[in-house]
């Protein structure tokens, strides 16, 4: 069988059912991306402006909610050693 035969090639017409759904939620996610991007100017330029993030800092807070750096951790507690049958 020569590799210029025109038979073995997948053609639009014999898609199967799978690539047709994975070719459609990317480009629908894709599209939802851009316009998110273009109607919001995308994740990046909110980021910090929306509730506590990880990135607070301790300065950043009143004196009085600080928490004390003095204060001990509750001890931990102990458990039973359990051995291997």
Known sequence: ???TDGA???T???VNALETVTIVV????AALGVVDYLRNGGALRRLGREGTMWFDHLSDQP???RPSEDALDAPIPRRPLVGRP
């Open 26 to 29: 990317t480009t629908g996610a």
């Open 1 to 3: 069988m020569s590799r």
């Open 63 to 65: 004196l009085d909610e």
């Open 12 to 14: 639009v017409r014999v």
């Open 8 to 10: 073995g090639r997948p």
